[in-house]
């Protein structure tokens, strides 16, 4: 049957915790990743990005880690907050024109209060 | 900050009806894009836009669009033709020299 909506992984944090969101990319050529951020009805959100010859890249209170050995793409945000609440993406690319990123699915990070 | 603007945030059109969606990318960025977020789902690529031409387009982005730089700041796409399934959040995008790409808050479209 026709999909009508991706059912997205869900994490749900304490505020001031640490929070980690996990992704598994497709291919394995790909060069250059990227975490963005979306809040209800805008647009992406820069956060982060690594190139593959890094295995790691800090930011201000996030930290991307890349395992291109297993395809794995992590984000850490340190001391999470309210205004954490998001879904975050993280996306690929694999050598098409600069810009053509595959996005992944998901993942639904909720911070209590 | 500099960012990427769009227009409409918002449009109903019928269905069959032809759309025009602006974009005004961040003024020094020399790649533009669109993508496209149909409620709940992933965002797709749809089209990059290079040098005044398109260096690549997804299977989605068939003959019914269309996308133009018509003045040095602005950036169109073009649904000739649109049908129920188009409707979707569109999102452009841009980039300078650099990878990092920045989005643009998005034109909801919605086809009746």
């Known amino acids: 049957g026709e999909s009508v909506g991706l059912h997205l992984p869900t994490l749900s944090v304490q505020e001031g915790d640490n929070s980690i969101i996990n992704c598994a990319y497709s291919n394995s050529a790909s060069d250059y990743f990227i975490w963005y951020k979306q809040e209800s009805g805008k647009g992406p959100q820069f956060i982060i990005d690594i190139r593959s010859n890094m295995d790691k890249r800090q930011g201000q209170r996030v930290t991307v880690l890349l395992n291109k050995t297993v395809k794995h793409l992590s984000l850490q945000i340190a001391a999470t907050q309210p205004g954490d609440s998001a879904v975050y993406f993280c996306a690929e690319n694999y050598g098409g024109s600069q810009g053509n990123l595959i996005f992944g699915k998901g993942t639904k990070l909720s911070v209590k209060p | 900050e500099p960012e990427v603007t769009q227009t409409p945030s918002h449009q109903v059109t019928q269905m069959g009806q032809e759309v025009i969606l602006r974009c005004v990318p961040i003024s020094n960025h020399l790649y533009f894009y669109w993508y496209r977020q149909i409620l709940g789902q992933k965002v797709e690529f749809l089209v990059s836009f290079y040098n005044n031409e398109i260096s690549e387009k997804s299977e989605i982005f068939d003959d019914q669009f269309s996308v133009e730089r018509p003045d040095g700041s602005n950036f169109t796409l073009k649904i000739r033709s649109t049908k129920l399934e188009d409707s979707a959040m569109y999102f452009c995008?841009?980039?300078?020299?650099?990878?990092?790409?920045?989005f643009g808050e998005g034109s909801w479209l919605t086809v009746v």
């Open positions: 995008a841009s980039a300078g020299a650099g990878n990092t790409i920045y």
